[in-house]
């Protein structure tokens, strides 16, 4: 089987106050993407082709409780097909937004009903699945909190959501997704990059739990936080069994980082770039705090996925394609294993709760983030231990990673590289689990 460019651009994949929605057992919210426009900053002109759900970009937060069940209406409001990704979630299979795979895309006027419980707390996101390479560029995504039974205490829970955008010439959004240098290369990164807050103040001593997400298609964010003295708790929404010390971050599309700490000065976020740093966003400092908690950052409470087992299947997932190196057979600019897009057989087949090492191969110019859906996986580290739980691992040029994945989720499932613009042509597979 083999799909045609705009339909793998399903592969996935999405100053400011993120719209808000209470914590509350089980409410029921409504999606709707449609093309919008957006002033931020100091521009006086409305820039027009953005595609927002709810009418903003990003679309507005959901927050649950652990346990709590999602309960969201589609409604499409564009002109093209929809689906939605709840990305890093558990979910069970049919409510996995991805097509061809697991669901049919949404026609225009259409609606679906995503319904499910929400096993693990954690930093999620959700975004479209359907033409994703040019619908989460253009703004369709946005952020999804399942909160712990006993969270932390904290003064102030924010999330900052990280993407770019290209804009053209007139100032507007760049809405033409058709350039080829943009697949074989590191992908369509953006001339314009935005931190999206849900808070910009804070006191100074305040505890703050930042959960970052790199909602970019393409761009991997190196970043240093100024301001805030404290350590890494989660990675990808799954608790770390200690939290690390604060460090220069990089992320790659679709990561997130849970940070807790506290505010000692104004919190900026610096991106890197070779030897330089640009400030992009800050959160700032109202007041004082006057009685500052100091105590030790506890660790997060335990997730109960099951334990990876006896390995029974090794299987190696070659990465080949880009500029300079055309070195496969597939029909496009990239390719796993020889192919381009999705198979007919799955990358590998699976019982339920079998235990797999999946060589992650990389040979070609440029970086990949290898993104599993409706499953965590751990790395396996030089000293042969396993690193902490995640969903999307970031395999640099001319690395070779390995990871272990306990399969246990029924169904067939996409994996692929979740720099879209590599996924759009041709980097993405699936695996299937019975």
């Keep these: 089987m083999l799909i045609s460019r705009r339909k793998m651009l399903l592969g996935t994949i999405a100053g400011f106050s993120l719209p808000r929605s209470s914590t509350a057992s089980n409410p029921k919210h409504t999606l709707r993407p449609a093309p919008m426009s957006v002033r931020w ?6 820039m027009s082709g953005f595609l927002g759900f709810n009418g ?59 319904k499910f419980a929400l096993p693990d707390a954690g930093t999620f996101w959700y975004h479209s699945h359907y033409m994703s390479y ?45 350039a080829l240098d ?13 931190v999206f807050l849900s808070r910009n103040s804070v006191q100074k001593g305040d505890r703050v739990r930042l959960r970052l997400v790199n909602a970019a298609i393409d761009r991997v964010f190196r970043l240093d936080l ?50 330089s740093q640009a400030s992009v966003a800050s959160i700032s400092l109202e007041g004082q705090n006057p009685s500052p908690d100091r105590s030790p950052i506890p660790a997060l409470p ?54 797999a090492r999946l ?27 396993l690193g902490p739980l995640r969903d999307t691992l970031l395999v640099a040029s001319g690395e070779t990673r390995e990871i272990v994945c306990v399969f246990d989720n029924p169904g067939r499932w996409l994996l692929h590289c979740h720099m879209l613009s590599h996924s759009a042509d041709g980097m993405a597979t699936w695996v299937e689990v019975s």
């Design 41 to 46: 900053g100091r521009k006086s002109n409305r």
């Design 56 to 114: 903003s970009v990003p679309g507005p937060e959901l927050r649950y409780r652990q346990g709590d069940q999602l309960d969201v209406r589609l409604e499409n409001g564009m002109e093209d097909g929809a689906l939605v990704h709840w990305h890093g979630v558990r979910v069970p299979n049919q409510m996995d937004g991805v097509s061809i795979l697991s669901q049919e895309v949404v026609p225009p006027g259409g609606h679906y009903d995503y």
């Design 134 to 178: 040019e619908q989460v560029g253009r703004g369709l995504f946005g952020p999804l909190v399942v909160e712990e039974h006993d969270p932390p205490v904290v003064d102030h829970d924010i999330i900052a959501m990280l993407a770019d955008f290209r804009t053209s010439a007139d100032g507007m959004l760049d809405t033409d997704f058709s």
């Design 182 to 194: 943009d697949f074989g290369r590191e992908g369509r990164l953006g001339n314009m990059t935005r």
């Design 226 to 275: 100024g301001g805030i003295a404290g350590a890494i708790v989660a990675i990808d929404g799954m608790p770390l069994e200690t939290p690390t010390q604060l460090q220069p971050l990089i992320l790659a599309p679709a990561q997130r980082i849970d940070i807790i700490g506290i505010a000692e000065t104004e919190i900026s976020f610096n991106l890197r770039n070779r030897n």
């Design 302 to 355: 335990k997730h109960n996925l099951r334990k990876p087992g006896r390995i029974s299947q090794s299987l190696e997932l070659l990465m080949r394609g880009g500029e300079g190196d055309r070195n496969h057979s597939g029909h496009s600019s990239w390719a796993f294993n020889g192919v381009s897009g999705l198979p007919n057989r799955p990358f590998g087949k699976f019982r339920r709760g079998e235990t």
């Design 359 to 385: 060589i992650l191969l990389n040979p070609t110019g440029f970086s990949h983030g290898i993104h599993m859906h409706g499953h965590h996986f751990r790395e396996i580290t030089d000293n042969g231990t």
